[in-house]
């Protein structure tokens, strides 16, 4: 059996940064189990199925696709940066004549379109409430250390915890702040965190960034996640509450790094849009 298959870089324009996430182009379904062992052998934080959803879909020219992401440990309901890359395959390899491209998936329809020299993913917006210290206390130690916390929030619908670093650290120390993820399942109590987001603001007076993030998962087997697009999808609505803001530029500070431009929308959604480089095409042969 052969399935094309597509290594991309997503939220850059160059060849090994960004967040890369491999595509495969399924013609026809795929065994169940052969969905995680592909993912697993792919060993990158996600890695992508787009199927046809009916007989007679074409990659080339149908609109709708199903879509599923997969990391080395399993399935997840969400993932920006392989639905970008998903669509850089489609609109960039296989040329689909589209304008809009819609990815049926655990999380609800997904589009992405062409803007220019980026794709737009259009995603849904969660809501972070605030979070209890005492709770998550030994977890925020593990991560930041005795660095002062500004805001705690979770979110819900896609348990992450956002914590904000104190306004008086900046983009270089979160940068250079030597996580060790691993730990944070031992210091994990409650049960209910599967995604730890560090953030701290921007300098948004000009043409900065608004704010940045790192984020980490060692809960799906990942431990730090180069670019995040669903972590952006929480960080979305706390920082355009936070600012003021609808429009905004984010930056995650992982080695590879990684630009997301934002649009807030009134539907309670949001446009993540980011570019792509696609470094590898070949065939899994099993």
């Keep these: 059996m052969q399935i094309p298959i597509f290594t991309v870089d997503a939220f850059t324009n160059r060849p090994f940064s960004g967040n890369p996430a491999a595509v495969c182009l399924l013609e026809n379904d795929l065994d169940e189990d052969l ?6 052998e792919m060993n990158l934080s996600e890695t ?17 696709f199903g879509l599923r992401w997969f990391t080395p440990a399993n399935e997840v309901p969400l993932c920006g940066h392989a639905t970008l890359a998903s669509a850089a395959v489609l609109f960039h390899v296989q040329k689909n004549t589209n304008s809009v491209l819609t990815f049926v998936t655990l999380s609800g329809e997904l589009k992405a379109r062409q ?11 969660y809501t972070a409430y605030p979070q209890e210290l005492k709770e998550v206390e ?88 180069p670019v995040t697009g669903s972590a952006h999808a929480v960080l979305s609505s706390y920082w355009s509450e936070q600012l003021g803001k609808k429009e905004m530029l ?37």
């Design 250 to 286: 984010a930056f995650q500070c992982s080695r590879r790094g990684g630009e997301l431009k934002i649009s807030v929308r009134d539907d309670g959604r949001v446009d993540i849009a980011g570019q792509t480089a696609v470094v590898l095409k070949g065939n899994l042969t099993f």
């Design 48 to 64: 992508a199925f787009i199927r046809k959803l009916k007989p007679g879909d074409d990659f080339t020219k149908s609109s709708c």
């Design 35 to 40: 969905h995680q062992k592909i993912a697993t």
């Design 115 to 125: 803007v220019k020299d980026h794709i737009v993913l259009d995603l849904p917006l």
């Design 138 to 225: 030994e977890l925020i130690k593990a991560a930041v250390g005795d660095m002062i916390v500004q805001d705690l929030r979770y979110s819900p619908d896609t348990k992450k915890l956002l914590v904000r670093l104190s306004d008086t650290y900046g983009r270089s120390v979160l940068e250079e702040l030597k996580v060790s993820a691993q730990r944070f399942l031992s210091a994990e109590k409650t049960g209910k965190v599967k995604g730890l987001i560090l953030t701290v603001k921007g300098n948004s007076s000009g043409k900065g960034h608004d704010f940045y993030s790192r984020y980490f998962a060692p809960w799906y087997g990942v431990l730090e996640d």
